[in-house]
């Protein structure tokens, strides 16, 4: 039995896609990661790859606005998945300056409009999938990563990039008891998976401008790894030539790794990763879904872990 | 000449008294579930209503199991003797929202799915002690009646220890399932803690008074 209740303030799909992209959203989706993969690979074929990668997956349907902002991890503001909704009004988003340092060319201190300004903004519709083996399907607006990569010219040295979000107490005030995790919040990428064209810059959301609790006013996603990978409000990037630490991956390293693909055959010392619920407020009854490996993006970048042990780099 | 009985008195009645703690029992053991299933019909349980009836659950499983425990030391604390009339609604509540708890696991999140279940109750420690708990708890609701506690005499309390079993097992299923906010599964802790030393604490008392009279 499926209970689906529609709620007033849904927002109707017309209202947020056009519905002839809507409809034809996978190739969409192939396209855009093809228009990627063609600007920083120069290789065309890319977009023939990743769209059949996606015929062969399950449907993309876009998870609802308000499930999306309503569930949330971001400690900072509590560690409910209610608690970001309620609680990030406070975050102060402009102006807003991101540091770019380490080993590059362009280092300095950018205000937001600038670092973004010259990236075309893109739609793309990613699976999303937290560690704690629940899911979503997010449209997200934003640019590729390697744009900004590009612009920081990092040296030939640099072999990672590390982020880092805000930390301001003031804005994000204690509430009851803040669990031990290191602020502020840090993650990173090896500099080929950070550079890799499907690895986006969001600044949107269902084509509006970011809510504060899903990360605004910049942030990044890579949709084949955990949520947790995929750092929210961002002000730092730093260039460097060792792997930068990341906060789980330091709290607790035997169950967060600094790689954190989605993998079905790697489990969570706590739980299995195998399956995973799609969140959907409108519906009880649902079935979970089979994790997919890489979550469904192995044909793009499955290559990038070509020969490595995906149970010692978990 | 009629006495004015002050209104104070209806209230002063021992039985009253139980009846009222017992009609308030079952409101607040009932009303999660209602509540809950309201919500999942009005869709009003946020966006991930499966996992939000098994986080409740969980939660009232941990109450009851510990408003169960409070009822001796409330007992020796206060000398209000009563009160144990309540252990058995308490504990009988604390099962059923354990059962709730599990079933709302086995099949809301898994459909039933019995390898993936039995794959979660032999590997993952946290859901082999939540389970555990809950085995546990089957015996001590089973017995729960007049006739069992007639039939096993002294057994019956050594038995019913197990619900300081289950309740350890339960709270640390709840502290090995966070990821890192561990502040209520520490609150459940201490509470547990508190309740077994207050429990010793008049045992201990008990012993050395029973010397002494020799």
């Not at chain 1, 970001?84 to 300095?108: E, F, M, Q, S, Y």
């Not at chain 1, 072999?159 to 008891?177: K, N």
């Not at chain 1, 995929?230 to 002000?235: D, E, G, Q, Y």
Request: positive net charge; glycine residues 8%; charged residues 25%.
């Amino acid at each position: 039995m499926i209970i689906r209740i529609a709620k007033k303030s849904d927002i109707p799909s017309s209202e947020i896609t056009p519905e002839d992209v809507y409809i034809n959203r996978r190739k969409f989706l192939g396209a855009s990661a093809g228009i990627g993969a063609a600007a920083f690979l120069g290789c065309g074929a890319a977009a023939a790859d990743s769209e059949a990668a996606e015929t062969d997956s399950q449907d993309l349907e876009p998870t609802s606005w308000d499930d999306i902002t309503t569930y949330n991890n971001f400690y900072e503001f509590g560690t409910d998945k209610a608690d970001p909704a309620r609680n990030a009004h406070t975050l102060v988003t402009r102006p807003w300056t991101i540091k770019v340092d380490g080993l590059c060319a362009k280092p300095g201190d950018y205000q937001l409009e600038d670092f973004v300004k010259p990236s075309v903004m893109e739609d793309r519709v990613y699976r999303f999938r937290c560690v704690e083996a629940w899911s979503m399907v997010v449209p997200w607006r934003g640019f590729p990563l390697a744009d900004a990569i590009a612009r920081a010219e990092p040296d030939p040295s640099a072999r990672y990039v590390a982020f880092e979000t805000l930390w301001d107490p003031a804005q994000m005030p204690e509430r009851r008891w803040k669990p031990r995790i290191g602020w502020p919040y840090r993650e990173g990428l090896r500099l080929d998976e950070a550079t890799h064209p499907l690895a986006l810059m969001v600044t949107g959301l269902y084509g509006k401008t970011l809510p504060n609790q899903n990360g605004a006013p910049l942030r990044l996603i890579v949709p084949w790894k955990y949520g947790f990978k995929s750092i929210k409000s961002i002000v730092r990037m730093t260039f460097t030539e060792d792997e930068p630490p990341t906060t789980w991956a330091t709290q607790t390293p035997g169950e967060y790794g600094f790689y954190s693909n989605v993998n079905p055959n790697v489990d969570h010392p706590r739980w299995s990763q195998a399956t995973e619920r799609v969140v959907d407020s409108s519906r009880l009854f649902k079935r979970r879904i089979e994790t997919l490996f890489l979550n469904g993006y192995a044909d793009e970048v499955g290559h990038l872990y070509e020969g490595m042990d995906l149970r010692k780099y978990f | 000449m009629a006495v004015q009985r002050p209104r104070a008195s209806w209230i002063a009645n021992p039985r009253r008294q139980i009846l009222l703690l017992k009609i308030a029992v079952w409101i607040v053991g009932l009303g999660p579930v209602v509540w809950l299933a309201a919500g999942a019909f009005q869709g009003t349980l946020g966006a991930n209503p499966v996992e939000k009836i098994i986080h409740i659950e969980g939660r009232w499983t941990l109450v009851f199991l510990l408003a169960t425990l409070a009822v001796t030391p409330v007992r020796r604390l206060t000398g209000w003797n009563r009160i144990i009339q309540l252990r058995r609604l308490l504990g009988l509540f604390a099962f059923f929202h354990a059962c709730v708890h599990f079933l709302s696991y086995a099949g809301l999140d898994y459909f039933f799915a019995l390898s993936l279940i039995l794959d979660d109750v032999l590997e993952r420690r946290y859901i082999t002690v939540g389970f555990a708990a809950l085995i546990l708890l089957i015996p001590l609701a089973v017995t729960s009646t007049k006739g069992w506690i007639r039939r096993l005499g002294k057994r019956w309390q050594r038995l019913h220890r197990l619900a300081y079993v289950a309740a350890g097992l339960g709270v640390l299923h709840y502290y090995w399932k966070v990821k890192a906010d561990t502040f209520w599964p520490l609150v459940a802790a201490v509470t547990l803690a508190g309740l077994f030393a207050i429990r010793l604490a008049y045992r201990g008392k008990k012993k050395r008074t029973t010397k002494k009279g020799r």
